[in-house]
């Protein structure tokens, strides 16, 4: 045991002597390893961070939620033929209402998209959402500041606001914006409510944090018509359980209420995060296909530059070999020693591409969300670790295998 730790550290010193007395040539061969880790560790972060601020935007949305619509989130369905479907109207929200018996709650939404001010600050392009006091009902929203519309706001069609987590910091950096007034396409409104952070960068408008929620009846008066334009119907299940037996209720009550004829095909949408959740997953699945494809691609490259230059290597100390076995050393010994070289080049390339990539995702962080994984640190080693095992297996090999007078010979 003593003999192989020895002749571990002195193959461990060899190869660090070598590395040391061929700089330029051993960085050129980390460059591949350290491209390859630095993607497979960015990629990794990046996707993860996306998915963690994903699953947490569509939480706060609530998994158990329809949205009953003129259009379908995804599908195969012309969109004209969705365009020439009636609109969803307030009265059909009434209906539904009344005839829905296995929601815990259901509330209409209009939205439009407006400038928002307060004093001299203004944050453009604002999905603003209309709807009821019982919208919130249908999420699982969380406030910093205040409270949602009461059903006496909604009802008198107060001008009422409750503003997402973002636009309460851009509107105001410096305190408190409860009661202050601020005016949405030119009309003041109060403040009632701050939404705590709960949205997802992925979900674009959709995102409660980059919203900004009144009651609906303000919505039609100040910004949109009531009779041109479909809402949505949001539809909370009692349960996660009930999710299925709702939607089924839903479909039925709809078509009741269009007076659709048992032949006759659905004029209306139910859509579900199910739906939603089905096309990121997809999303993701390429970027992870393609994100692998280009880390192998590096390692690949890696592998090859370092097997050649450890061939090189195995040449150019030809006669340090043949001496060496002269004097008694093993194949095993010329072997590990090749092989050490190899490695420490790769964990070399592979450690400062882990922490050049953890730099990166720290940076990347100030505009999308990251997480560093601990198990994607400890893969990235031992793909570092394994390439240098594999590169350079065969010029190891090849120097071990010499022939001790062969080898003194060489010129």
Known sequence: MDAILFEFKEG???????????????ALTMLGIFIGVTAVVLMSTAIKGIDNSFQKGISALGSDVLYISKWAWFSNEEWWKMRNRPNITMEDYYEFKELAKLPLAVAPVANSVQTIKYGDRRVENIFLTGSNADYVKTTNFTFEQGRFYSDVESNSSRNVAVIGSEIYKKLFPRGDALDKTIKIGGVN?????????QGSTVLGPFNPDNQVFIPIGTIFKNFVSRHFNSITINVRA????????????AESVMRKIRGLAYNEPDNFSINQQEALQEQYNSVVGVIQIAGLFITGLSLFVGAIGIMNIMFVSVKERTKEIGLRKAIGAKRRTILAQFLLE??????????????AAILLSLMLNQFFPTSIQWSVVLIAILISLLTGIISGLAPAYTAAKMDPVEALRYE
């Open 12 to 26: 461990l010193l060899i190869a660090l002597r070598a590395i040391k007395a061929n700089k330029i040539r051993a």
């Open 189 to 197: 409104y109060k403040v009632v409510g701050v939404l705590a952070k």
């Open 238 to 249: 009692r349960s996660p359980e009930m999710v299925q037996e709702t939607k089924d209720e």
């Open 342 to 355: 190899s490695t420490v080049i790769c964990l070399m390339g592979g450690l400062i591409g882990l922490i």
